[in-house]
Structures are given as structure tokens and as C-alpha cells.
Nanobody, 126 residues
Framework: QVKIAESGGGWVQPGGSLRLSCLVY????????MAWYRQAPGKEREWVAS????????????VKGRFAISRDNAENRVHLNTVHLQMTSLKPEDTAVYFC???????????????WGEGTQVIVSS
């Protein structure tokens, strides 16, 4: 079994910073892409950033230059992995529930899985 645990959400004033983390642990053979999505009230869930298995990041235009995604690849502890989202220069329009998304191969069948975290609230307001 593989589980996801998110942390780091909260309230911050415009221009402030927050760091989100997502721990993925369990029966992991290999992690492919790790990503963050967000869903604002009354809107559809949207992709924010992703990072590939070879640590290549990609960002939505709305957050490019302000957000940075990174991951901890524990080669000798493949069962334990973390992806971070460092958010700076936050704006009120960044207010949303942020979800961690992981595409991975498990040591159990079925091998391939795409998992979602439960979400962590980010509020940017003065």
C-alpha cells in the first residue's frame, strides 16, 4: 500500500511565502512524475507544477517565476519520497486547496497507480 501525507498550508499575507510538502511512502518500486494541483472555490482543479523522474520541473504560466517544485529522491530508500512546493510572492488569486499528485509503480499489483493527497488549504489575504 502507498500513502500520501501533505503539510504546509495556511494563511499568509499577499507577498508572503509558504512551503508545501508531500510525503509519499509505502510499497513503492519507482516514482515517475510528482505534481501539485490546486482548486479555488467555484473553479475546476488546475495543474500548478510538476517534476519528472529525472528532476525536470515544469510550471503553469500563472506561477512561473514565483513557485519552485523540488523532490527528494532517496535512492536507497525508494519507499520514502517527498515533493515540495516553495511558493513566494503569493497573491490573493493563489488562494486554493492544493493537492499532491503522484504517478508511480508499486511493488504490488497492479503496478501502476496515480494517487492524490487529500489537499491542504492555502489562503492569501490581508
Amino acid at each position: 500500500q502507498v500513502k500520501i501525507a501533505e503539510s504546509g498550508g495556511g494563511w499568509v499575507q499577499p507577498g508572503g511565502s509558504l512551503r508545501l510538502s508531500c510525503l509519499v511512502y509505502g510499497s513503492i518500486l519507482r516514482i515517475n512524475t510528482m505534481a501539485w494541483y490546486r482548486q479555488a472555490p467555484g473553479k475546476e482543479r488546475e495543474w500548478v507544477a510538476s517534476i519528472s523522474g529525472n528532476n525536470s520541473p515544469d510550471y503553469a504560466d500563472a506561477v512561473k517565476g514565483r513557485f519552485a517544485i523540488s523532490r527528494d529522491n532517496a535512492e536507497n530508500r525508494v519507499h520514502l519520497n517527498t515533493v515540495h512546493l516553495q511558493m513566494t510572492s503569493l497573491k490573493p488569486e493563489d488562494t486554493a486547496v492544493y493537492f499532491c499528485n503522484v504517478d508511480l509503480e508499486r511493488t504490488i499489483l497492479p503496478r501502476h497507480a496515480e494517487l492524490w493527497g487529500e489537499g491542504t488549504q492555502v489562503i492569501v489575504s490581508s
